[in-house]
């Protein structure tokens, strides 16, 4: 089974599977169409992020995150949104691919071949692809601004209804070619750093020489017999564990899913969780951020017993983080399973094509704090705060879960929402992703920290909400805010059941 938000990956991943090709590799296949026909949230100039789970072995992770280039400008204030200046950190996401490959052919005995698993990207990328409704939505949302953007018009004209990528094309064919360091140090990494500098970008091809993935070990919290992963920092992958074992202390059995008490509970768990994120979450190389405390037992304990029965009593002082990403995953007929994230950071990144590569760059540089004293403090060479977080559910020694949402601040929420209707109270993955969700805190359209809710959750729990201290705002029922997850479930009997968001064009297929 395959999982992604748009039929062209899903069909590219479906098809690896057919060939008798297992996880990893389907997993590739759709990483790389994504790249091309969803350009306005992932690609090749952003960053990657792998969970990986198999049948009685430890669940791996892969942390693709680029790092800030070594000789950076002046910041007299925040780092750029956009623009050449944003772009001061390399890009990860293809390395990602390369280490998830390496585990595919070393440890899995994978047989398909690095060329074949870009085919489709390359066929797409040349011969063209439908624009979607959500690719057509942002571009005009961005329309503006865009007219700034180093190279943007050129790769994206306005109004398309069919789209092609020659230049991303020839870049991954010499991928496919030439191998994945090709990227990094090969004739595709010079011309990379040729048209980021042309940008004003600082990043040089020394830079991208030293961009290296991460095999991690991932993060874990006990809940309900099983134990519930994710990554560690600098991804947010702690904050979502910690508001999972906030609700694990907490006894489920006598509230209804979708009640005024479940969607508070899960909003006091968020709450307490993005103070401690917020506070510590930073690159561990340059920073002490202290994930096994946090993750302690005894602590998640002693949160829980600070959740409050009234909103009031838990302000909201967080500050907006923006984000758009993709969340694709596999499943092979090994009970194996990837679960992957990519994201460019804002829609379109830093709007920068780095020359005739046809690669967007992103901006996770503006993730940095501008001050170089606070733990996430923009410096060369570091990491950024990361907001991608895969999910993986373990029990009795094999996978139960993959799951992952766009959605930066968002993405905890969406998926404590998702695991206590898959966990807690049985619903499938269709069910759990169309029930009503909440996210919390400022978005591009509202400025506000209030609780913006589906509609559909019901007047009669926003009242409840409302009495209980919370700031309602009804949202339109199945609201692109409220992110875009997929879902793979492995049942007991070795079936698989899988979704994607109802709230997207994405779909899930099995053999």
């Not at 398309?160 to 990528?165: D, E, N, W």
């Not at 501008?370 to 060479?381: E, Q, T, W």
């Amino acid at each position: 089974m395959v999982t992604s938000p748009h039929p062209l990956a899903s069909a590219a991943g479906l098809e690896v599977l057919a060939d008798g090709g297992n996880a990893i590799e389907a997993a590739i296949a759709m990483a790389a169409v994504l790249c091309v026909v969803c350009p306005h949230f992932t690609g090749l100039g952003g960053d990657g992020f792998w969970l990986i789970a198999q049948p009685g072995a430890p669940v791996r992770g892969i942390s693709g995150i680029g790092q800030a280039a070594a000789a950076l400008p002046p910041l007299a204030g925040p780092v750029p949104l956009r623009g050449g200046a944003s772009a001061l950190t390399t890009a990860a996401a293809v390395d990602s691919w390369a280490r998830a490959f390496d585990i595919s052919a070393r440890d899995w005995q994978g047989r398909q071949r690095w060329a074949s698993l870009l085919s489709r990207a390359i066929e797409h990328a040349q011969e063209g692809f439908a624009v979607s409704a959500s690719q057509r939505f942002w571009h005009e949302m961005r329309a503006a601004e865009a007219q700034h953007w180093h190279g943007f018009d050129a790769a994206f004209p306005a109004g398309l209804s069919q789209q092609q990528q020659p230049g991303l094309a020839r870049t991954l064919s010499r991928l496919a070619s030439q191998g994945p360091r090709e990227f990094y140090e090969g004739e595709v990494a010079h011309r990379l750093a040729a048209g980021l500098q042309a940008a004003g970008s600082p990043l040089t091809l020394d830079d991208m020489r030293s961009t290296r993935a991460r095999e991690v070990t991932p993060l874990a919290v006990p809940y309900r017999g099983g134990t519930l992963l994710s990554l560690p920092p600098p991804t947010q992958g702690f904050a979502t564990l910690e508001a999972m074992g906030i609700l694990g202390e907490q006894d489920f059995s006598g509230i209804a899913e979708g009640s005024a008490e479940h969607f508070h509970r899960m909003v006091e768990a968020i709450k307490l969780a993005f103070v401690d994120r917020d506070r510590f979450l930073a690159d561990p190389d340059f920073a002490e951020v202290p994930v096994q405390r946090l993750l302690d037992a005894a602590y998640i304990r002693q949160q829980a017993a600070r959740a409050q029965a009234d909103a009031r009593a838990m302000p909201w002082p967080q500050r907006f983080r923006q984000g758009d990403t993709v969340f694709f995953a596999a499943a092979d007929a090994s009970g194996r399973g990837a679960g992957v994230l990519q994201s460019i950071y804002y829609d379109w990144g830093s709007g920068v094509v780095a020359g005739d590569t046809g690669v967007l760059w992103h901006n996770r540089g503006a993730a940095f704090h501008h001050d170089a004293s606070h733990p996430n403090g923009l410096r060369g060479g570091k990491r950024p705060f990361h907001t991608l977080n895969p999910v993986a559910f373990m029990r009795d020694g094999r996978p139960e879960l993959l799951l992952g949402t766009q959605g930066a601040d968002g993405q905890p929420q969406t998926l404590v929402a998702l695991l206590t209707r898959l966990i807690d109270f049985g619903l499938d993955p269709a069910q759990a992703l169309a029930r009503p969700r909440f996210l919390l805190g400022r978005t591009f359209s509202d400025s506000r920290d209030s609780l913006k809710l589906e509609e559909d959750v019901g007047a009669q729990v926003m009242a409840a909400l409302a009495a209980r201290g919370h700031e309602i705002a009804p949202i339109a029922a199945h609201s692109p805010l409220a992110g875009l997850p997929g879902v793979i479930r492995f049942e007991a009997d070795g079936s698989l059941a899988g979704a994607h968001d109802p709230r997207g064009d994405g779909v899930a297929l099995g053999l």
